[in-house]
């Protein structure tokens, strides 16, 4: 099949499910897959399977995109650049996520953060396109966010994500440092706010 423009292939790889798309340049999905997230051998082979099936039925990919649950590295220096590093997600520490891509569809892979990944489609598409500046919070499987600085996502020296963590009620923190967020993130779905557990968090930066 010849394509009028040119086709991508998209993937938000998280911890819980894979989301596994084929669109054009104008952010139109072709194709879209969702499947859950199990051991990273049979996980990686099917996204992989996606996107050659992509490939047959749309024509050769221009590109892939790829946000992931990390932490990971993305220093393009590194020797596991493109690597899930060291996550409690059982079996996944030390994968790579977009090596296996690069060799077999051979066009530009790009790889970020999930949630930096759709901070980026926020300001491309959605309700941050008249801003340069923003932070994405995400409300999933986990708490995170990433940050856009001047249109562009803030990497750091290590997994540049904002996250949250439990305090000790009795720990020294300035005040305004602290902050309440959800500890079972599914109930805020449920419009019962009264039955959401809370504790003390603070946001960190990796």
């Known amino acids: 099949m010849t394509n009028r423009s040119p086709i991508y292939g998209a993937v938000e790889a998280g911890g819980t499910k894979f989301v596994c798309a084929i669109g054009d340049e104008s952010g139109k999905i072709l194709k879209e897959e969702r499947f859950p997230t199990q051991d990273a051998a049979s996980t990686l082979a099917r996204m992989r399977l996606f996107l050659r099936n992509g490939c047959e039925e749309f024509g050769a990919l221009s590109g892939i995109g790829v946000g992931s649950f990390g932490p990971v590295q993305l220093d393009r220096r590194s020797v596991h650049y493109g690597y899930i590093t060291h996550t409690p997600k059982p079996g996944w520490s030390g994968t790579d996520i977009i090596g296996g891509l690069a060799r077999e569809f051979s066009c530009a892979v790009g790889f970020d953060t999930d949630v930096n990944a759709a901070a980026l489609a926020e300001h491309r598409w959605g309700s941050a396109q008249d801003v340069q500046n923003l932070v994405y919070v995400t409300v999933g499987t986990g708490i995170g ?8 996502p803030i990497h750091g020296l290590m997994h540049p994500e904002i996250a949250w963590k439990g305090l000790h009620r009795d720990l020294p923190f300035k005040r305004g440092a602290v902050r309440r967020l959800p500890t079972s993130t599914p109930r805020i779905f449920n419009g019962n ?3 959401t557990t809370w504790v003390n968090c603070v946001l960190n930066w990796y």
């Open 145 to 152: 966010g990433g940050a856009l600085v001047n249109g562009k």
């Open 193 to 195: 706010w009264k039955r």
